[in-house]
């Protein structure tokens, strides 16, 4: 006898696998890459602004939902609220995406590419946002429209949250969820965004690390001092930075700062990780398993423990050699923790260390960009189960399941703000380049994602899913 719960699961998966086939999905993901939607240095308000009403607002209208412009004084565009209610006994999802991205830094991509004019090469598609996040949310948007075209409904309610703001640490992000909270109830967070552990490795992670900027400063005197008049004689603001950044971080990268890092790691996120190898794919750099925290895996490195970077240091002027003693020396750190750092403290917990290790002539600066706070969702939980059993019986093989991304994103919202539990369904993954030149989504790691995600979509409207809230 036909199974028509099977029968439909199998249809959904093949509508949204024939629009990767047909070239329609390319189509719409091209269309959204040519949008510019810079939302920090080089802001595009009109077309983050265009994004949401000429792309995203047609779209979701045509899929049966409500729409909504949220305005907050402080984001760079509104947030758009598209709603599908079809029954109040049916379960309610939430899901997010942000449709904006980083600056193109055009003249780094290589000969051929740009990145806002996607082009395929080597079966990568080639452009900003194809990753990070247009390209992931289009994955979403597709797989919902194939179990609509099959089933003719979704079988649940589902809230979709996109922001325009998350490239610039989503101001306004947790105000707008406060005020709107009681529309954005829903029993359970599913999003896409951040890498999988490895291209080939379905995952599933249920929170973030936390990620916040550290600015360092000495101002010795002002103007430049002949090296050889002054050497010796005037203190150089370049070794002693040097120097201090040496005191907050160790020779092979370990966090030397002990309340920047969470301590302890708890047993179930070291059980979820005993198994988890972090591996490279063609063109990745190669790993130095040397580096960080030492006693620890290189997966509990990254999704477990601390890690504090320099992402940039100025001193004197290198392009135009002046042959002199600079004035200031600056350096821009990045802290990336797990749930158990309490980012208040930073500040004073890193002036303390550099002031103990005879640097208090360099200061501490905490700028106006807003850190994300680290979270983590319930590892054993019944949605995580029900997600990941989705994802095995469309894949053929268990997802790997992380307790948080190693990067940041606004996920302690839907955690704090709005009680969540919260799953990501990632679609990219660790070598795509996001954030920097030549940008790209595998082609074949979108056909899984359309996949897997009409699959779980189809399994939320057919199956008893767990406890409403």
Known sequence: MPDPITDGRKASINAALDSLACGRFEADLRRRVAWPTVSRGDQRPVEILGYLTDEMIPLYRRLGFDCTLLHHDSAPGPFLLAQRHESPSLPTVLMYAHGDVVPGIDEHWSPGLSPFEMRERDGHWYGRGTADNKGQHSVNLAALEAVLAV???????????????????????????????????????????????????????????????????????????HSGNWGGLLANPGAELAHALAALIGPTGECLVPELTPGTIPAAVRAALRDVVIETAPGDPALDPWWGARGLTQAERVYAWSTLEVLEIEVGNLPNPLNAIPPVARARLQLRHPVGVDQDAVRPAVQRALDAAGHGRVRVRMEDEPGFPASRSDLDGPWVHFVAASLSRTAGRAPVILPNLGGSLPNAVFTDTLGLLTIWVPHSYPGCRQHGADEHLPIALAREGLALMAGLFWDLGAEEVPSRR
């Open 151 to 225: 089933r003719g409904a979704l079988g649940f309610n589902l809230t979709y949250l996109v922001e325009m703001g998350e490239e610039a640490g989503s101001p306004g992000l947790e105000a707008i969820c406060a005020q709107h909270a009681g529309r954005l109830a829903a029993d359970v967070l599913i999003a896409s965004d951040g890498p999988r552990v490895s291209l080939g490795a379905p995952t599933i992670f249920l929170g973030s690390r936390g990620g916040i900027d550290i600015h360092l400063e000495l101002v010795a005197r002002t103007g430049f001092h």
